[in-house]
């Protein structure tokens, strides 16, 4: 499939499952992530999730960022929760932004899906951590939107 292809087929999908967290959240600073795409684009040839992509899928499927937004304003009035992943939310644990995925590939310059996410962030006084190879790009769209880039973790 040419890359054109992927990513007109990801526009049709949205990536549902876009906030995670791992078993040890408990013990974990940073087991609470987001990914704002379901895969990279970027495909280097070192990435430990390329050979699975081909089980998963090639398709970006960029993440809803309101349907995350919700998520993150419900998680932290839910006062029962009931999994680890409510649990985290309830705690406002500190999110990474990008773990299977790179949250400022340059798919981002076209959808933008980071940018939303951590606009939620800061309005929603949540810490986050970005994770990201793709300095240039995290540089330049967080300078446009006047974002305050708390701490940049590399891959
Ligand atoms: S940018 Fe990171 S997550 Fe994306 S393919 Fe490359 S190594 Fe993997």
């Not at 409510?86 to 406002?92: P, T, V």
């Amino acid at each position: 499939m040419s890359p054109s292809m992927t990513v007109a087929k990801s526009q049709s999908k949205s990536y549902q499952a876009a906030i995670g967290v791992r078993g040890d959240c408990v013990y974990c600073p940073l087991s609470l992530s987001i990914d704002s795409y379901w895969n990279c684009l970027t495909d280097c040839h070192h990435c430990v999730f390329r050979r699975l992509n081909r089980t998963w899928g090639t398709d970006l499927r960029p993440a809803d960022p309101e349907d995350v937004k919700r998520k993150l304003f419900n998680g932290v009035r839910n006062k029962e929760p009931k999994s680890s992943l409510a649990w985290a939310l309830y705690h406002k644990k500190t999110i990474r932004l990008g773990n299977k995925t790179d949250p400022y590939q340059d798919a981002e310059h076209k959808f933008h899906i980071s940018r939303k996410i951590q606009q939620a962030l800061i309005r929603l006084k949540w810490t986050y951590v970005i994770q990201t190879r793709f300095l240039s790009n995290l540089g330049w769209m967080n300078l446009l939107c006047g974002m305050p880039t708390s701490i940049i973790s590399f891959r």
